[in-house]
């Protein structure tokens, strides 16, 4: 090559790869921001390494109008349930309710209060509706962090022997019912 | 004098809201989260600074004014009031909550190229500049074949 003029082919070549390049950027971020609006990918999720472990130690008073419950309660399991972080001040807890409500019927639900006054959590749950069979209270947030809470709502799915199986940090969706949590549950039943 | 006047609101809202800017940043620094020993305070707020804020992600427990960044702050003071070294007080955060709290990403093989692309630009950089001037800089044309001579005479010849 050295002194003579570039071939054609290598010529079209070097044409070619800016555009392969600029191309092969292009569908990535392409698959990006259609996975952002479909759910398949989400920049802010914080993948906690809480799955396949079992529930950290905590012991959570009860929360009218439920009952409070422990870490040996969500261990003497023997089939699976939801737990659901919420507060009375969280817009997202307040719009997931309807699909929970709808839910308790077939798996049922244990809710933690988070940083909630009592009260508020109370008119909380009266106003939407309880789909909780039992409720804790998490007044100081300090059993959530041992969770590895970020905020709420944040909910997972807890295998027999109280086992965490699955965990998702944004509103519940009658598709991710359908899709995810009630075949995993399903298969989880002894 | 309206105009002066007015003029000056203008400068003293100005100067409010200059001033209560830093403010609402110290707002962090709440004296009462803080350890009575220093020496373990400057630890805390040193680990504190290395770990990212969940909720507003770019910032660190130390800068946030988020909840639960209050919240990290306060777990963090009480590892290190009970004795717990740096890397114990990581470990126990990383356990919880991944390595994304981390705000320096460890070593592993999924951040390698993050962690070598440095390197890795100055390599190819150098490889780039070694490729282009080892190349001689004059080109000697190739020689005319008869067709072309034909007509660059014909050409001129027009003239």
Known sequence: MSGQPSSPTRRRLLMAAPLVVAGGVGVGFWRMLSGMTKGSFDPHDIHAPALNRPVPDFALPDQAPGQGFSAQDLRALKSPILVNYFASWCIPCVAEMPVLNALKERLPIWGIAYKDKPEHALGFVQRAGNPYARIAADRDGLAAIDWGVSGVPET??????????????????????????????????? | MKTHSLRHGGVIALLVCLLSAPLVAMAV????????????????????????????QNESIEDSSADLARDLRHVVREHVARGESNRQIMDWMVNRYGNFIRLRPPLTVGTLLLWIMPLLALCIGIGVAWWTFRRPRTVTPTPLTDEERRRLSDLTETR
């Open chain 1, 156 to 190: 997972f799915l807890i295998g027999p022997g109280g086992v965490i199986r699955w965990h998702t940090a944004s509103p519940i969706t009658e598709t991710m019912i359908t899709s995810t949590i009630m075949p995993l549950a399903d298969s989880l039943k002894p």
């Open chain 2, 29 to 56: 620094d709440d004296p009462s989260e803080m350890l009575p020993d220093p020496a373990q305070e400057q630890r805390a707020e040193a680990i504190g600074s290395q770990l990212r804020c969940l909720v507003c």
